[in-house]
């Protein structure tokens, strides 16, 4: 007996002076790194590069027609590297490093002298390497949310010069002001928005309209119906990005506790009100609910409570993804058809639309005392902060996507030629095919 605890101790005592060590590690103050937010945090990441390759890519692929799909892929993948590569190169700088009023400086140009244990001032809970890789995800999916308003005619180099230098002169001033600087942006002060309302759903379907009207609508729009080819690759996406959201907004809280629970809690209910209010608006005019009506609900809800999330609680999630559903509905449904601009897979209607209900919405069921809301602030108030952030917005991503656009048409071109769209950019870019006959 006395021996076989004394071998039980020989395994337990080093175990025991391991925590004890850890733990005096923790408590001299040496360290401010939390083991249980660091996990969450690399969870969330692989969440958010888990939207892109593969969910955005099969919800936008199967939208498509046949002869386009792995153009789709090419460039979610290739946005994927490039983007990556651009962050450490400048981006992460630009975005969240001391600058300017307008945009970060050139101090962390690729994270010179970065090492495992480093922290940041506003989140030393975890490394900062690992803010770094977070933040990544955001930067290379927000171009990847603007491809699909001008799928199946743009160039794939047009695509990656435009992603590139928008990019760095949209999403970083954006991201700079909103996260880097706690919302002192461009001016304004006090602006919420906890997981990219303004950063990456606004301005990237603001891109997305203008890019979509000066590349010019597909051969045939709007008299021919351009059908999806895969409704299961769309829905198995749209899917996969409603998984991936719960990273996108959870870890935008940067702590595994009670507020990433809400946060988390919140999304889902706004995609379900989102989707089942989106389903019952085409049961009434259509009389049947459609697949593809349900799964474009559900990116609706997720889009419009991105902003709330850190601030609403679930009657304010529930009233937020009602009315994304009804107004992305009619931006897709009707105004599109009014305006005959070719956004060919909805990207305006339901990120540019979502992103403004969800960044105006949470002024008013963000506030405490009304809906469950979380936040101390005034609603009047905060509508107008709110709105002139999301004007402030419009304004720098049209402006500088019409410039960009212009600058592009005039030396490599935006477009295919019209052999090339026939014959599908499949084979026209990238000379290969999904499908083998």
Same mark, same amino acid.
């Given at each position: ?31 401010? %790194? ?16 888990? +939207?892109? %390759? ?19 892929? +090419?460039? $979610?993948?290739?946005?994927? $590297? ?51 890789? =977070? ?23 047009? %695509? ?14 954006? $991201? =700079? ?54 409704? !299961? ?6 899917? +996969? ?20 629970? +809400? ?83 909805? !990207?305006?209607? !339901? ?40 004007? =402030? ?45």
């Amino acid at each position: 007996m006395i021996r076989t605890l004394l071998r039980g101790w020989r395994f337990a005592l080093p175990a025991f002076l391991l925590l004890s060590t850890s733990s005096a590690h923790a408590a001299d103050g040496s360290s401010t %790194i939390d083991a249980g937010d660091t996990a969450w945090m690399l969870v969330s990441t692989a969440l958010v590069l888990f +939207m892109m %390759i593969p969910g955005l890519a099969l919800f936008y692929a199967g939208l498509v027609n046949s002869r386009n799909v792995l153009s789709i892929f +090419m460039q $979610c993948f290739a946005l994927t $590297c490039v983007m990556s590569l651009v962050w450490l190169a400048c981006g992460y700088s630009l975005s969240f490093s001391d600058g300017n009023g307008f945009i970060g400086g050139l101090n962390e140009l690729f994270m010179n002298g970065l090492t495992a244990d480093a922290t940041r001032p506003d989140c030393p809970q975890i490394p900062k390497v690992l803010h770094f890789s =977070y933040q990544m995800m955001f930067f290379l999916i927000t171009p990847g949310l603007f491809i699909g308003a001008f799928a199946e005619r743009m160039k794939f180099s047009a %695509i990656m010069v435009f992603s590139v230098l928008w990019s760095l002169l949209v999403y970083a001033p954006c $991201c =700079y002001g909103v996260w880097h600087k706690a919302g002192a942006f461009l001016g304004l002060t006090g602006v919420q928005d906890l997981a990219g309302g303004i950063v990456v759903h606004i301005t990237a379907g603001v891109a997305a309209l203008v890019a979509c009207i000066m590349v010019g609508p597909r051969k045939g729009f709007p008299h021919t119906p351009f059908v999806p080819h895969n409704l !299961v690759l769309t829905i198995t996406g749209a899917a +996969m990005l409603w998984v991936g959201w719960f990273g996108f907004n959870g870890g935008s809280q940067l702590h595994a506790n009670g507020a990433a629970a +809400m946060t988390l809690t919140v999304t889902h209910l706004s995609a379900c009100t989102a989707s089942v209010v989106w389903m019952g608006i085409e049961w009434v005019k259509n009389g049947k609910p459609s697949v593809l009506g349900i799964a474009t609900g559900s990116i609706a809800g997720l889009a419009a409570i991105t902003p709330a999330s850190g601030v609403v609680g679930p009657v304010g999630a529930l009233a937020i993804g009602a009315t994304s559903a009804m107004l992305c509905w009619a931006a897709c449904a009707k105004l599109k058809q009014k305006f005959q601009y070719d956004d060919s897979l909805d !990207v305006f209607g !339901v990120h540019g639309v979502g992103g403004f209900v969800g960044t105006i919405l949470l002024a008013v069921f963000g506030t405490k005392g009304f809906a469950g809301g979380l936040a101390d602030f005034s609603i009047g108030e905060q509508l107008v902060t709110q709105s002139l952030a999301a004007l =402030y917005t419009i304004i720098l991503s049209g402006v500088v996507s019409i410039a960009l656009l212009v600058l592009i048409s005039k030396t490599i071109g935006l477009r295919v030629n019209e052999p090339q769209e026939r014959e599908g950019l499949d084979l026209a870019e990238h000379g290969e095919s999904a499908y083998n006959s």
